[in-house]
């Protein structure tokens, strides 16, 4: 089964990420600001610039990619 934005992918990002992210740009608890952005937000992840102060582990990183590679499913 696909993987889902919002079993999936949504519960990885955390308040704070989200309450910065608004500030600053896009809303990461909204699906379409997050398709919007994917490729920006999957750079940053991979690259672990981005939560400044806690990278994801490889295996949510290959997850969030595997999400939009599958059509970046609701
Ligand atoms: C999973 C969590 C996060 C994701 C996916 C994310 C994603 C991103 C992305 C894609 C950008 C680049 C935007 C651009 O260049 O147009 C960015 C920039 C930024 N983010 Fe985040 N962010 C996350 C968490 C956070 C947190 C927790 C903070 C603050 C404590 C934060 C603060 C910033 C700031 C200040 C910038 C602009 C400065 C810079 O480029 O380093 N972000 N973020």
Redesign the pocket.
Known sequence: MALSFAQDIRP???E??IE??RD??FD?SNLSDVRM?AA??Y???HDK?????GP?SDEDVAKFKRWMDDGMSE
């Open positions: 990885l990002f955390r704070k990420d910065c992210m600053y740009e990461l952005n920006h937000i750079e940053r992840l610039s981005m939560p400044q102060d994801w």
